[in-house]
């Protein structure tokens, strides 16, 4: 699904708008700059999963286009929107601004300050997870048992993410050996977006790549009702102790971080990454420069957590937003000026690759190296 800002005909043939606007990159670190509207924090699998329990999730299959034809499980979002009105302080909340965009009073993609647009799940999600397809992660030390931190930034739905957690589960689930700890960290500005559908996405595709039918059947207890045939999951309390004890004894760890993206945003994130001998984190983002005065700081944050040498790094985004002026030029005008003004002796770089579709969208892979 796409942004619905009411494109004219000029804009969805690629045509360039008459003005763009540019990004002039701050004296100051723009991390140190923002406006923190919703102060970050860390919430847990248990504390997240505690809110689950006792709930019904519906959820659709999504065929991804890979070379393998592979596909993932996703939350239905009519099903969100029933666990919202189903909640204990429903009624307190029906004036909420957040709560009318979340239930769909609104019909808004974006409201900000209030909510990033967490619930659908965007193009260029897709392209992320297409592009992870076609690399090499082997190659560049990323295999399905070894030790890494997947990140993903501006996570909703989390579909690329998901994409990972698939292959991970699905690999140490058939082979009995000696993995190595691999962290995913979801953020998103929104905790009810984490809450809703980011955790539930990753529970329904751990119960459909490890549980057997049957297993599901029992594990959910006298409110089955056969929900696996009608695609829809009861998250029993056995149900969530079983996933966290699989994840455990398989060296998964999950976290969650909401809130404004700022400079205590990203200390925390650097405070979640485990120490190894080759730290190795794989960032994920996708249509999080849509606008501006976000763009620097999304792009700080990236190049903050960009350790490695390899491109891991991968950001997608549409060429131009339309009615909020963010686009993939001035992103590599950010990375231009932000290049010149590193210290040391590293330096970033990347690579840009078109999309082949009607909406014009590009896939940017960075990396850093020591320069001689």
Known sequence: MGFSFGFTEEELNNKEPHEEQHVKLAKSNPLDETNVQCE????????????????????????????????????????????????????????????????GDTYEDLKHGVYEGGLKS???????????????????????????????????????????????????????????????????????????????????????????????????????????????????????????SWLASSKIDLCFVSGSWCRKFVDIIHGLLPQMPDQKNLILTSETIYSPPILPIVGEMLLELTYNEMPLTILTAKDIYFGVGGSVNQFLQFLEERNQAQPGKSRFYWNIEKVDSHLKRSIITIGRRLCP
């Open 122 to 244: 965007w193009e260029c999600s897709y392209d992320l997870i297409r592009k992870l397809d076609t690399m090499d992660l082997e190659k560049q030390g990323l295999t399905l048992d070894s030790s890494f931190n997947c990140i993903e930034l501006g996570c909703g739905t989390s579909l690329p993410s998901l994409y990972i957690f698939d292959k991970i589960v699905r690999y140490r689930r058939q082979k009995e050996l000696q993995c190595q700890p691999v962290r995913f960290i979801l953020s998103d500005y929104n905790i009810e977006v984490l809450r809703l559908v980011s955790l539930p996405n990753i529970l329904v595709n751990w119960c459909m790549d490890v549980l057997t039918l049957d297993e599901l059947r029992e594990i959910q207890g006298d409110k089955q009702r056969s929900s696996t045939e009608k695609n829809d999951i009861y998250v029993s309390r056995e149900l969530a102790q079983k996933f966290t």
């Open 40 to 103: 970050p924090k860390v919430t847990y699998l248990k504390d997240l999963l505690e809110g689950l329990i006792g709930n019904r999730i519906t959820f659709e299959r999504l065929e991804l286009g890979t070379t393998q034809n592979e596909h993932i499980y996703k939350r239905e979002l009519f099903d969100v929107k029933q666990q919202l009105m189903m909640e204990d302080d429903f009624k307190s909340r029906t004036n909420d601004d957040l709560f009318k965009i979340l239930i």
